[in-house]
């Protein structure tokens, strides 16, 4: 595999940022990795960092590089500050940023596949919430998507259950607006894709017992319930912390409905 760390200009946000990227190599004498790459354009998650976090995180806190060596898979992983994968109210475009930009962006670099069946798109936390959000409102693009301890019911958090701290960034991304029944709504979401001819995207969705979470989860799985959505639901003893995501990255990159593997 081959870890990069891209620089470059954003038109959305105005700036240069960065993304970190893992693409496929086929190697024959590495040793501890059976790597694995097709020669054609490549099929790609976009792995969404959390709150705190920034593009680099994945590849410092889990094994999702040796993960994904013999998928022949490559990771598209951008940088999104403490936006919430949305168009700020007082700040940058993010939401721009990720669902238009990132994807033309990342293939004029890199070889990688624009076709459904072969983009995936995964977060933990607020990028659960991204990864959704995305997969929800364009199932056109995605073939499955994936929320590790997803911060999934956001209409409930903002202006009821933060803190200061909390408030003080959620005026900033989402000013005054209330956010049940809107696109920032993921149980709305999943209520007007189900209405919708599109085709759905598989879901996969976790989260710890333990995890503050834990409601927000139940809340979203129900919701996928009663609208039959396609969704794997995964629960179990964890809390918010990179030993659950990194087993998690794992089984869901199992799961994946990778062609000829």
């Not at 990069?4 to 105005?14: K, P």
């Not at 293939?107 to 990688?112: A, E, I, M, Q």
Request: charged share 20%.
């Amino acid at each position: 595999m081959a870890l990069l760390n891209c620089r470059f200009f954003s038109e959305a946000l105005g700036m240069s940022t960065t993304m970190t990227v893992i693409l496929p190599q086929q190697t024959s004498s590495q040793i501890g990795l059976n790597n694995r790459a097709t020669g054609k354009l490549h099929p790609v998650l976009y792995l969404l960092h959390g709150f705190s976090d920034d593009d680099s995180i994945w590849s410092r806190r889990t094994s999702v590089e040796r993960y994904v060596a013999e998928l022949g898979l490559a990771v598209v992983m951008p940088n999104v500050h403490l936006s919430f994968y949305t168009d700020m109210e007082y700040g940058n475009k993010y939401w721009t940023f990720l669902t238009e930009e990132l994807p033309a962006v990342a293939r004029s670099f890199f070889p990688l596949s624009a076709e459904r069946e072969d983009n995936f798109v995964a977060g933990l936390s607020m990028g659960g919430y991204g990864a959704f959000k995305w997969a929800l409102q364009h199932p056109e693009r995605f073939a499955a998507a994936g929320s590790f301890s997803g911060a999934l019911d956001m209409a409930e958090h903002v202006g009821k259950q933060a803190n200061d701290h909390m408030m003080r960034h959620f005026k900033l991304i989402y000013g005054d607006k209330q956010l049940k029944g809107t696109e920032h709504d993921l149980l709305h979401s999943v209520q007007e894709l189900a209405g919708s001819k599109h085709h759905k995207p598989e879901l996969y969705q976790c989260c710890g017992t333990e995890d503050f979470l834990y409601a927000d989860n139940l809340a979203f799985r129900d919701q996928c319930l009663s609208y039959g959505l396609p969704l794997t639901y995964v629960e179990g003893p964890g809390s918010h912390e990179w030993g659950y995501w990194d087993e998690h990255v794992r089984l869901f990159l199992n799961w994946l409905p990778l062609g000829g593997r």
